[in-house]
């Protein structure tokens, strides 16, 4: 089997992974008819959009303009596109070898706004940030893994995993003060100098989520299971961003998602109900 047959193989294993059957999906027709209707619209826009070109930038790294033009697949947002020159002018190499190289590729606001020079300080061991002092706290080329340490309160940590010449990678950033909320839980593919977004499910490769996987009912009354259920059914799509948490894995493996145990102020929970998801983030 050739290396693109065995890449191309490994992108589908992880759209299967994220749409595996414990949770609720989209379903094959549904996901069928959007994919016809986007290449429709597509086909019936290509006369007056036959050629699409990326100018790059030898200077700064390009700014996707393609996301518009992603219709076939509404799941995969290109975000970034990179030319030789700029990966060289970046890492050093034509081609991320490490999550120390996906590091600098990242866009700047995935990375607390530092700047590609400030993160590579950051990697020689040094402090950016002015007031915040930040650093690289853990960095495990082995497992993939790495974060920051410095004078804030919550946690920024990405990881990766890699088969042949395709990256995924997963960047989760919790902020805490009376509770701790996500501000941001992203997880992307990079190949061929493109890095894109993908949307097929949380990091922890779910899109439905519903409250006894995060409570252990059989320690909580009957008035605590009601109040949370009632409560639960009036979330919407951003709740679940902001309240659901990760941890990456460190292991290279396992990934954790847990909510806070402040998660419902009118009800104060007992805190041994609170349940820890884990499960495997890459196959």
Same mark, same amino acid.
Do not use: H
């Given at each position: ?16 992974? !994220? ?20 290449? %429709? ?36 947002? #290109?975000?970034?596109?990179?030319? %030789? &020159? ?25 990375? !607390? #706004?530092?700047?590609?020079? #400030?993160?590579? /300080? ?5 402090? &950016?940030g002015g007031g915040l002092e930040m650093d690289i706290g853990d960095?495990?080329?082995?497992? /993939? ?27 989760? $950033? %919790? ?8 501000? @941001?839980?992203?997880? !992307?593919? $990079?190949?061929?100098? &493109? ?15 519903w409250p006894e996987l995060f409570f252990d009912y059989s320690k ?5 299971? #009601? ?18 948490? @990760? ?10 998602? $847990? ?11 007992? @805190? ?12």
């Amino acid at each position: 089997m050739t290396s693109f047959l065995k890449t191309e193989l490994l992108l589908l294993k992880t759209k299967l992974k !994220f749409m595996r059957s414990k949770i609720k999906y989209i379903t094959v027709l549904g996901i069928t008819l959007l994919i016809a209707c986007s290449s %429709t619209q597509k086909k019936n826009t290509q006369e007056d959009d036959s050629v699409v070109e990326t100018v790059v930038n030898e200077d700064a790294f390009t700014s996707s303009k393609n996301n518009m033009l992603e219709k076939d697949n509404p799941f995969e947002i #290109e975000i970034l596109r990179y030319s %030789t &020159v700029e990966l060289k002018q970046r890492i050093g190499k034509a081609d991320p070898e490490n999550i120390r190289d996906l590091f600098l590729l990242l866009p700047d606001r995935f990375a !607390f #706004e530092f700047s590609v020079d #400030e993160r590579k /300080q950051m990697l020689d061991g040094k402090k &950016v940030g002015g007031g915040l002092e930040m650093d690289i706290g853990d960095l495990d080329l082995k497992n /993939q893994y790495l974060n920051f340490q410095g004078n804030y309160t919550g946690n920024w940590e990405m990881c990766a995993n890699r088969e042949s010449d395709l990256w995924l990678f997963a960047v989760n $950033y %919790t902020e805490c003060g009376e509770y701790c909320s996500t501000m @941001y839980a992203k997880m !992307f593919s $990079y190949r061929n100098g &493109v890095i894109k977004e993908l949307k097929y499910a949380n990091l922890a490769g779910y899109q439905d989520l519903w409250p006894e996987l995060f409570f252990d009912y059989s320690k909580l009354t009957k008035e605590q299971i #009601e109040f949370i259920e009632q409560e639960w059914s009036k979330l919407t799509s951003l709740d679940f961003n902001l309240r659901v948490m @990760y941890n990456l894995p460190k292991d290279g493996k396992t990934i954790e998602m $847990y909510i806070d145990n402040g998660f419902f102020e009118e009800m104060p929970l007992p @805190y041994e109900a609170f349940k820890l998801v884990e499960t495997d983030m890459w196959e």
